[in-house]
């Protein structure tokens, strides 16, 4: 009797074990998505690199006070230092290819490219990671990207298109491809905190260099946005939950998964972005976008599944 209660202990925790990482994925994108309203309420005051780098720097400093304060720690003595730089590396080139992509083709263009990135993580850990998806898994792993297709040609229309920003979308694909499978590697010696760290602590120096440059060192101008109360709401919750606590979610994911399981579940940040917008900016509703949302769902659950 004693036997049977132990094992039934340890299914259980197994059961845990497994689901736990999933369960931090899923709730990390969907925080990405939810973000996503109080950037465009922030981006209406301030400048995207001044947002940006309020929102890093803030997030860093609320980072360092937990380590200051014994709350978490960081050691990087004897580690290789080179995936956790080239994975800050890869966060940079990511924003910033991005935005060039979207200012050079539209919204449409830009999500259905990006909604690619799956795939290609997926053929970056089968070529570097050795990490092989099931028959299931690389079938079931297209139907959230035509899900994020389908939503995303729903809720926009088509508008002039520029070949430096196809240049720029694909290279974004490729990008965010690639920081998923580097944060595999980087995940062996690096724990979540630490890599979450490091890359903040480089885009929000990327940022504000950049900010300031933008304002011409004008510190006023700068810390204007500052004066207003919904700018400053937006800020603490972009820093707080969709740098630290969302970055340390799928950080944590990331060591756990395999790279096909956490790139379907990034299909979530588009699903949660375009329904917030749905519920709290009363934006319209359609079949397409209904429908690519019951192909997210039905894909990520085949993908996840043992």
Known sequence: MQNQEETLREDRGAVEREWLPIAAAGLGHAIWGTGYLFSRVALQIAGTDILLSMRFLL??????????????????????????????????????FESYGILYTNATFAGVVSAVSPVVAIWLAVLFLREYPTRRQALFCLLPVAGVIMMTVSGNSLGIVQPIGVVCMICTCIVSAAYKTINRKAAEEFTPFERTYIVLLICAIAFTLSALRKVGGDLDAYFAPLSEPSFCVSLMVLSVFSSVAANMLINYAAGKISVTQLTSMGSLTTLCSMFAGVIFLKEPMSAGLFLGAVLILVGIRQVIRK
């Open 59 to 96: 997030a860093v400093l609320l980072m360092t006070v937990l380590i200051l304060f014994g709350k978490a720690q960081v050691s990087f003595r004897g580690k290789n230092p080179g995936p956790l730089i080239l994975l800050a590396v890869t966060e940079l080139a990511c924003f910033f």
